[in-house]
């Protein structure tokens, strides 16, 4: 069974710069994986961010990005907000079984 | 555009089973992926599985295949998670997404004795 890895934590200063990443225990991370971006805030319904690898909601605000970075999947943060503050979980397709799995999210604190 | 509207907080003792519904309103019942999610009380994020709006066809997590059914009502579009033979570590916030994009507010669901 596929194992998706992130980090469990990451810290940033407001205006900052932070990537989070996510692994594939299959291998290196490919757009065939369709890698997705999700933002969740406490009591709340996650909320997409990225599909596609580095496609962008109509409602997902510029600093955010999605790229691969080697051989994983990345979400890069830029001039970092404190309403930005979450927990990140990023969603891969696994084409071998059909199915998808997400990582085990990253809190990212803002301070 | 997208709304879902998922059925309210259920509790169900060890053993039964659950069926949590979600209603898709806002745009016709064209072809896309209705996905299943729970997230336990501290933790991450589980996806379930999915099911083809226009077939039925499903797809279910390895965890979860023999003891979860998807299935939708096309005439009111509504999709539909039914989980048995519960146990305490499904006591879980269940969600429906419309192809990933669009997600319901989310269904309690506790397992308690």
């Known amino acids: 069974q596929t194992v998706v890895t992130q980090e469990p934590s990451l810290t940033v200063s407001p205006g900052g710069t932070v990537t989070l990443t996510c692994a594939s225990s299959?291998?290196?991370?490919?757009?065939?994986?369709?890698p997705n971006w999700f933002q969740q805030k406490p009591g709340q319904a996650p909320r997409p961010l990225i599909y596609g690898a580095n496609n962008r909601h109509s409602w997902t605000p510029a600093r955010f990005s999605g790229s691969l970075l080697g051989d994983k999947a990345a979400l890069t943060l830029s001039g970092v907000l404190p309403e930005d503050e979450a927990d990140y979980y990023c969603l891969l397709y696994n084409g071998a079984d059909q199915d998808w799995v997400f990582g085990g999210g990253t809190k990212l604190t803002v301070l | 555009q997208g709304q879902l509207a998922q059925s309210g907080a259920e509790v169900q003792r060890p053993g039964a089973s659950v069926k949590v519904s979600c209603k898709a309103s806002g745009r016709s019942f064209v072809n896309y992926h209705m996905h299943w999610a729970r997230q336990a009380p501290g933790q991450g994020l589980e996806w379930m599985g999915l099911?083809?709006?226009?077939?039925?066809?499903?797809t279910y997590a390895p965890n979860f295949r023999g003891r979860v059914t998807l299935t939708r009502d096309k005439s009111t579009s509504t999709f539909f998670l039914s989980l048995n033979s519960l146990r305490g570590d499904d006591t879980a916030v269940y969600y429906c997404?419309?192809?990933?994009?669009?997600w319901g507010q989310g269904t309690l669901v506790i397992v308690s004795s």
């Open positions: 299959t291998g290196a991370v490919t757009s065939a994986n369709s």
């Open positions: 997404a419309r192809s990933l994009e669009f």
């Open positions: 099911i083809s709006s226009v077939d039925g066809t499903t």
